[in-house]
């Protein structure tokens, strides 16, 4: 009995020594796995979670996904059946007992940084959601061991090095490139867009303006000056443009504007003094006209105020196109720097028709270049003073009407006041200097009568 006894109690005492080893979890690892990783229980360092491994929620872990390389894709497998519970290499702290009981929390596996790619991990991140990157779970990864030490990584192919780039240079020898350059245009394409504009708002003016265009280009040259022979010879394109002024509907001209109005007055007058010097070409002195050039214009009786040319269905004299309609009307004064007197003391001819769309422009060539040429005026420095012509005299109401407001030179009368002031806009900025420092007399150039032919 004591016998039985004794060996009871051993048995118990066995009984109780396995029970106790079994509950702390001390078991060793088998000898039949030695290259069984083992499974930690103890928490991950937070830090060391959210920056390698990317998060997986709890409703995703019974899914079957893709894994970036076969190694991983093992070590899933091990992980796989929570109740198997592998002892560490090391002894495991007796405060990790306690958490026998408690609910095994699910494993991740960390890909190993020497066996995946930089494209796989690009695609694990992407697989979850940027919430889900950035917030701790409760989920413990799993370690795998490495075949390499961890601190080490697998060398990368070195990868070929390409040349710096280096901006193209245009070959300083046209002749180096070995092709043939592109010749540079004369007009730039804003001066060639502006020419095709320009192109579209004449052809869209009267026929008259196209005629009269094509005779001023064959028979006139840079100096304003007419080649009245041959015009003679070939008065055809003469008698055709003065046939469309007559042709003219005076009930449309009368809704044109101003800018048409005047560019068409102008161009008549000038038009109509070709006409009346090649229908007496070549001219013959008189009695009447001895104070003037044997071939002036002048010398042809009424010329100014008794010739009559047909416009709209009426007759009208030059005088009265240049005084009554143009001046009287519109009070322009740089109209009288664009009148032609068929001379050369007046404005030179245009090789070209005043358009309604540069007519103002146009207006300022023309003063500009006849008050900056020996016709209009001379400056005298060193006798300080000014000649001008004396068609400044012929239109002094409309030069006082125009430039007599300006306060420059008020001490001079209104009429010489007003000659300065108007003069003084178009001249050299030299030449205006001077003519603001030397307060200069003013006298008159004698008009030259002579004709402006070829």
């Not at 979670?49 to 990317?54: A, C, F, G, L, Y």
């Not at 413990?140 to 990584?153: F, N, V």
């Not at 070549?282 to 009447?288: A, E, T």
């Not at 209009?376 to 030069?399: H, K, N, P």
């Amino acid at each position: 009995m004591d016998n039985l006894m004794r060996l009871n109690h051993k048995d118990i005492v066995f009984v109780i020594g396995v029970i106790l080893i079994a509950g702390c979890g001390l078991s060793s690892r088998p000898a039949s796995f030695p290259d069984r990783p083992a499974v930690m229980q103890s928490e991950p360092d937070p830090e060391t979670q959210t920056s390698i491994v990317p998060q997986i929620p709890h409703s995703e872990l019974n899914e079957t996904k893709p894994t970036p390389d076969l190694s991983v894709a093992q070590s899933n497998t091990r992980t796989q059946s929570p109740g198997l519970i592998e002892s560490p290499t090391t002894p495991i702290q007796p405060d990790t007992a306690r958490q026998t009981n408690q609910t095994p929390a699910p494993i991740q596996a960390i890909p190993d940084p020497q066996l995946s790619t930089p494209a796989d991990s690009l695609k694990t991140a992407e697989s979850s959601s940027p919430s889900e990157a950035t917030k701790p779970k409760d989920a413990t990864p799993a370690r795998k061991e490495s075949t390499s030490p961890p601190d080490e990584k697998t060398p990368e192919p070195p990868k070929p090095e390409s040349p710096p780039s280096q901006p193209a240079q245009p070959p300083s020898n046209p002749n180096e490139t070995g092709a043939s350059q592109p010749i540079p245009s004369d007009l730039t394409e804003l001066e060639e867009a502006a020419r095709k504009a320009e192109e579209e708002l004449i052809a869209k003016l009267h026929p008259f303006y196209a005629r009269y265009a094509d005779l001023l280009k064959l028979y006139v040259d840079d100096n304003g000056n007419v080649d009245y022979g041959i015009l003679r010879r070939k008065r055809g394109d003469l008698l055709e443009a003065t046939r469309m002024l007559d042709e003219l509907d005076p009930q449309q001209v009368l809704f044109w504007t101003q800018e048409e109005k005047i560019a068409l007055w102008l161009n008549a007058h000038n038009l109509f003094t070709i006409k009346l010097i090649v229908d007496n070409y070549p001219i013959k002195s008189s009695v009447w006209g001895m104070w003037y050039p044997p071939n002036s214009i002048m010398q042809i009786s009424g010329a100014r105020d008794k010739t009559y040319f047909k416009m709209m269905g009426l007759e009208y004299t030059l005088r009265e196109i240049e005084r009554d309609i143009l001046l009287k009307r519109f009070g322009d004064p740089r109209i009288c720097f664009a009148l032609s007197y068929a001379s050369m003391g007046g404005a030179f001819l245009r090789r070209e028709p005043y358009y309604p769309h540069r007519l103002d422009s146009q207006l300022d060539e023309q003063a500009r270049r006849f008050l900056q040429s020996p016709r209009g005026v001379v400056i005298d420095r060193g006798a300080a003073t000014v000649q001008l012509s004396d068609i400044f005299v012929w239109y002094r109401e409309v030069m006082v009407a125009k430039y007599g407001q300006i306060k420059k030179f008020r001490d001079r009368p209104d009429d010489i006041r007003s000659y300065l002031n108007c003069i003084l806009l178009y001249l050299k900025p030299e030449d205006a200097r001077i003519l603001e420092s030397i307060s200069p007399a003013v006298k008159f150039m004698k008009y030259d009568w002579q004709l402006n032919e070829k």
